[in-house]
Nanobody, 123 residues
């Protein structure tokens, strides 16, 4: 069973940056499509962006365009979510999700999920 593991969450002030990481042992991430989702308190899970195994990037949330980017490091078998210019409304649990089929901004389109990492943006 592929189990992604997220790391890098924490507390940051508005305007700050964080980089989240997603990795999984025993699997070659380059063979999969990797997405980032988030769930804010009291809200449903939202698809943010995804990087395909061909390294194409898809954005699903207009609110993060121009601020968040996704990238792969094949040598480290890791996918990153770089988050800049963070806002209080970015506060959420961030999830890494993996698909063997294609990128998707919907939960049902992804096959494997991490347990999430909390990001809090507050002054």
């Amino acid at each position: 069973q592929l189990q992604p593991v997220e790391s890098g969450g924490g507390s940051v002030q508005p305007g700050g940056s964080l980089r989240l990481s997603c990795s999984a042992s025993g699997f070659t991430f380059d063979d999969y499509h990797i997405g980032w989702f988030r769930q804010a308190p009291g809200k449903g899970r939202e698809g943010l962006l995804c990087i395909s195994k061909f390294r194409d990037t898809s954005y699903y949330a207009d609110s993060v365009k121009g601020r968040f980017t996704i990238s792969r490091d094949s040598a480290k078998n890791t996918v990153y979510l770089q988050m800049n210019s963070l806002k209080p409304e970015d506060t959420a649990v961030y999830y890494c999700a993996v698909s063997g089929w294609s990128c998707s901004g919907y939960e049902v389109g992804m096959d494997y999920w991490g347990k999430g990492t909390l990001v809090t943006v507050s002054s």
